[in-house]
């Protein structure tokens, strides 16, 4: 079945500082790659986006491009803000019909930004 | 302007007694989620509507039942809470095709809590 590895966490940086969350996915053919962020008690809120390989989703700074060669899904940011503290969850939606977009989610990467 | 509405927020509900979570939304989606996300944990689908199909994933228990009497609303209803049943639950809804790179929007959530 499909699966999604993130990064073990917390992340704890220094406002200002660069920022990758790593993300890895197994999938049978061609999945849509997503991250989604989750601020304390509030619901998931989609960041960016990918449906096909080497495409570079892109948001309020944060950019992932899909591998498929590496089967990876990076997130990344050049200068963090403390506004950006948040719960990151990488998910993939199935390429399958049958899914009805069914998605699957890593266990979530925890981050602190501080002053 | 909220697009995905959960209410109530906050649910606090007494081991074996029936409570019933509500999710309406006005996008129109013909596809309704109900995820189950537990204290540290990746969102677990539990299961969804295309229209009026039900579509349960093959681990729900039997204890989580749901109804959509119209395109705007779905409720997701608990049988007998037990403790292990405490968590965030999430309504999300996505246009046709729910699959490739339409995006899933999600409600803030309800957070359960069984005593």
């Known amino acids: 079945g499909n699966s999604v590895t993130q990064m073990e966490g917390p992340v704890t940086l220094s406002e200002e500082a660069f920022l990758t969350i790593n993300c890895t996915y197994t999938a049978t053919g061609y999945p849509s790659l997503f991250w989604y962020v989750q601020y304390p008690g509030e619901g998931l809120q989609l960041l960016l986006k990918a449906t096909k390989a080497d495409d570079k989703g892109s948001n309020k700074g944060f950019e992932a491009t899909y591998r498929k060669e590496t089967t990876s899904f990076h997130l990344e940011k050049g200068s963090v803000q403390v506004s950006d503290s948040a719960v990151y969850f990488c998910?993939?939606?199935?390429?399958?019909?049958?899914?009805?977009?069914?998605?699957?989610f890593g266990q979530g990467t925890i981050l602190t930004v501080h002053p | 302007d909220a697009m995905v509405i959960q209410n109530p927020r906050y649910q606090v509900t007494q081991f074996g007694k029936p409570v019933t979570l509500s999710c309406s939304q006005t996008l129109n989606h013909n596809v309704m989620y109900w995820y189950q996300q537990k204290s540290s944990q990746a969102p677990k689908l539990l299961f969804h509507y295309y229209d009026k199909d039900f579509n349960n994933e093959a681990d729900t228990p039997d204890n989580f039942q749901s109804r959509r009497p119209n395109t705007s609303f779905c409720f997701l209803d608990i049988r007998s809470p037990g403790l292990g049943d405490a968590a965030m639950y999430l309504c999300a809804t996505s246009s046709s095709p729910p699959t490739g790179g339409n995006e899933a929007f999600f409600g803030q959530g309800t957070r359960l809590t069984v005593v």
């Open positions: 998910a993939l939606k199935d390429a399958g019909g049958t899914s009805y977009g069914k998605l699957t």
